[in-house]
């Protein structure tokens, strides 16, 4: 009886379900590509410690120059939120938004339901996009607060939290802004380049223009102007400015932040391509040709690693190199998700899955020197030995 | 786009079939069809990898079933801290005989309910179930058997032996 129910269950099912227009799964599909497209500009969260060095001098001539000037913290910020996040059982990381700071902290963004919530208060229209952004450090301290959904830059020891977009942004100018949070957990606002802006800029009130954009990472840092159109990577101490070029084909570097040197990878047009940096380390690698160099950019060697990839299942890797020189890959395969695999000797010649991988979550693999942190929607992990040994941080919500 | 064609064909024909089999697990539309939806979006994203899917309707149920299983196993770390009270959304229109189905089928524990909608609804054999969800055989035969027997206890009714697997 009941089996005979089950099986006529699918058809009743199938006969009063209304199918959705295509174009929602195409939107949803240009989400996660967006998310994917974060993979390749990875390196651009790598920055942690170019930001070390660069966003950091510009925020702290902010703190000397009276960017605040509203109460120091943030009033948007409830700090009982986070047990109202925790209990919303669609709670799931963003990816794209989360990031790990120069200090190692992480701030991982939550987007919730819109119902865990009340109504806003700030006049935006749409409340779809409601966020918990809980600050956490590999130590286990966390603090935890509820806020909109907004892009995250991390500084070399806290974040920017850009401001809203335009749509959701409060009535008056200067309520809600950007935030600089930083590493002691406080927000502080930052100011707006003008009212009526369009992208989130963490701006020196006396010199009213753009200097850091914190939605796209892109705009002066200390003093250093990045080519147009491409994207800071990061840069270690002492080592050089890495950036990349949109489309990750064209690989930047500048020792003064001036003049510019660069190199075109050499893969076919319409290969899939990722530019990755660190300390004196850059590659630019298609599925298994990389073109990599060990002293800044000197000198650039190829390398096939068709052989040194024997018996690993690997499809569209997306390669990340730290700055100790070991070549980390995220690959997804069919009906296991991504998967994380990395070189086991200096030379490359062998490689080794790593036991992170997802269900079907999108891995990101993400360096600052020769610390690896690995995000999916779910969790995060810290290595310090390039990959050989992972600690997990404290579950995330 | 040519890829793109290829999912809407098989979006077309197989999106209410997905929604069917997941609702039975989640007992919850607006969920099933939020995780079928993400599946299909997860293969237009994949681009070109997807067409080479040998099974693409096996695909999708696999990153649907996935999605649900880990919404449900983070959840369940929540759930005695705040328990769900938000009534699950049903499918306007089935029979009431069916709506008794999915709500005794929401009592069942999560692997059974998985198990149960992959063998009736989703027509998989028991070794097909097995590798599906990376369990042994022998565990998805108690699976069923366990699951049966709750539904009917559940129902009123007399379990029946399965006739395909």
């Given at each position: 009886m009941d089996d005979e129910r089950l099986r006529t269950l699918r058809a009743d099912v199938e006969g009063h379900l209304a199918v959705p227009d295509f174009e929602v799964i195409g939107s949803r599909a240009q989400r996660i590509r967006r998310r994917r497209g974060a993979l390749a500009a990875v390196s651009a969260l790598v920055a942690a410690a170019v930001v070390a060095l660069g966003v950091h001098?510009?925020?702290?001539?902010?703190?000397?120059?009276?960017?605040?000037?509203?109460?120091?913290v943030a009033p948007s910020i409830d700090p009982e939120g986070a047990r109202r996040v925790l209990s919303a059982a669609d709670a799931q990381v963003d990816t794209d938004l989360s990031a790990v700071d120069g200090a190692g902290d992480m701030l991982a963004v939550v987007v919730v339901p819109a119902s865990t919530?009340?109504?806003?208060?700030?006049?935006?229209?749409?409340?779809?996009?409601?966020?918990?952004?809980?600050?956490?450090?590999?130590?286990?301290?966390s603090h935890a607060w509820v806020d909109r959904a907004r892009a995250v830059r991390p500084l070399g020891r806290g974040f920017v939290v850009a401001a809203l977009p335009a749509g959701c942004r409060p009535r008056a100018a200067g309520q809600d802004d950007a935030y600089l949070v930083d590493r002691g957990g406080v927000p502080r606002p930052l100011t707006w380049s003008s009212p009526r802006a369009r992208t989130a800029c963490a701006v020196d009130p006396k010199k009213p223009r753009c200097r850091f954009d914190a939605t796209t990472g892109i705009g002066w840092?200390?003093?250093?102007?990045?080519?147009?159109?491409?994207?800071?990577?990061?840069?270690?101490?002492?080592?050089?400015?890495?950036?990349?070029?949109?489309?990750?084909?064209?690989?930047?570097?500048?020792?003064?932040?001036t003049y510019w040197h660069h190199r075109d990878s050499n893969l076919p047009p319409g290969a899939i391509v990722t530019a990755s940096a660190a300390g004196p380390w850059?590659?630019?690698?298609?599925?298994?040709?990389?073109?990599?160099?060990?002293?800044?950019?000197?000198?650039?060697?190829?390398?096939?690693?068709?052989?040194?990839?024997?018996?690993?299942?690997?499809?569209?890797?997306?390669?990340?190199?730290?700055g100790s020189g070991e070549l980390l890959g995220v690959?997804?395969?069919?009906?296991?998700?991504?998967?994380?695999?990395?070189?086991?000797?200096?030379?490359?010649?062998?490689?080794?899955?790593?036991?992170?991988?997802?269900?079907?979550?999108?891995?990101?693999?993400?360096?600052?020197?020769?610390t690896v942190y690995v995000v999916d929607d779910e969790r995060y992990?810290?290595?310090?030995?390039g990959g050989a040994t992972w600690r997990r941080t404290p579950a995330l919500p | 786009m040519k890829d793109s064609g290829y999912i809407q064909e098989i979006y077309q024909a197989s999106y209410g079939r997905l929604v069917a089999q997941i609702y039975a697990i989640t007992g919850d539309r607006i969920e099933a069809e939020d995780a079928v939806q993400e599946a299909f979006a997860?293969?237009?994203?994949?681009?070109t990898r997807f067409s080479r899917v040998d099974k693409p309707e096996a695909w999708l149920r696999t990153v649907a079933l996935n999605i649900v299983r880990r919404r449900w196993r983070r959840a369940s770390l929540f759930r005695a801290l705040a328990p769900r009270v938000a009534t699950p959304a049903a499918v306007p229109g089935i029979s009431e005989d069916h709506v008794a189905v999915v709500q005794g089928l929401r009592t069942l524990p999560f692997q059974q309910r998985e198990t149960l909608a992959l063998f009736y609804l989703a027509d998989l054999s028991v070794h097909e179930i097995a590798g599906t969800l990376g369990i042994a055989e022998g565990t998805v035969k108690s699976r069923l058997t366990r699951g049966?027997?709750?539904?009917?206890?559940?129902?009123?009714?007399?379990?029946?032996?399965?006739?395909?697997?």
């Open positions: 001098g510009v925020v702290d001539a902010n703190r000397s120059l009276p960017p605040v000037q509203r109460p120091p919530f009340a109504a806003p208060s700030n006049g935006c229209a749409s409340d779809a996009d409601r966020a918990a952004i809980r600050w956490s450090a590999p130590g286990g301290r840092i200390a003093h250093v102007r990045v080519p147009a159109g491409a994207q800071l990577i990061g840069r270690d101490k002492g080592g050089p400015w890495w950036v990349r070029s949109a489309d990750a084909r064209r690989m930047y570097w500048s020792t003064d932040g850059a590659v630019l690698a298609g599925d298994t040709s990389v073109e990599v160099t060990s002293d800044g950019g000197r000198t650039w060697r190829h390398r096939d690693l068709t052989f040194a990839l024997r018996g690993l299942s690997i499809a569209d890797v997306d390669w990340t190199v730290t690959t997804q395969l069919v009906g296991r998700g991504d998967v994380l695999f990395r070189s086991t000797d200096s030379s490359w010649t062998h490689f080794t899955q790593v036991g992170m991988h997802t269900a079907f979550g999108a891995i990101r693999a993400v360096v600052q020197g020769s992990a810290v290595s310090t030995d | 997860r293969a237009v994203a994949s681009g049966r027997t709750a539904l009917a206890a559940l129902m009123g009714t007399t379990p029946q032996e399965a006739d395909h697997g």
